[in-house]
């Protein structure tokens, strides 16, 4: 179903992966609510702003992506490729979104690389332990720009 208005265009429950040529840069604001991009290339998409609620993107390319401000409440970015992904860092972007373990392993080694403080960062760096080593080797090439 599509509803919009002369500046921001509304779908709900549509399956875009069925359209393996639909961009968003096409349509720059869009709310898109329990709507379907899984294994769609969308590098350097802006769903800033964007009500995302529901919507799944496993299997993406969401390199470069500006997702910030987006409600990604209930959302399923797992298997997505966030890497230079732009989120906001508030609930609207985190809650009850999936994420595969090695998105959460990027998000734990990106804080462990942060300038804090050393007990923290042991930490931190104790939780990569609980990832496989084939998960850490993708991170490490991700931030070294080996691989992006």
């Known amino acids: 179903m599509l509803k919009s208005n002369s500046q921001k265009k509304y779908y709900y429950n549509v399956n875009f992966s069925d359209r393996p040529g639909f961009m968003a840069k096409e349509h720059p604001k869009i709310d898109a609510l329990e709507c379907r991009f899984d294994g769609l290339d969308l ?11 529901g919507s799944s993107f496993r299997g993406c390319n969401l390199e470069a992506a500006n997702l910030t401000g987006a409600v990604l409440v209930k959302a399923d970015l797992s298997g997505a490729q966030l890497f230079g992904a732009a989120l906001s860092l508030d609930c609207r972007s985190f809650e009850q979104v999936k994420f595969d373990a090695r998105q959460v392993a990027a998000f734990v080694w990106l804080l462990a690389s942060a300038d804090i403080r050393p007990d923290v960062r042991h930490r931190l760096r104790d939780l990569l332990k609980m990832f496989d080593e084939e998960t850490l080797e ?11």
């Open 43 to 53: 590098k350097g998409i802006d769903f800033s702003g964007s009500n995302l609620y």
């Open 138 to 148: 993708e991170i490490r090439r991700w931030t070294t720009r080996e691989n992006p």
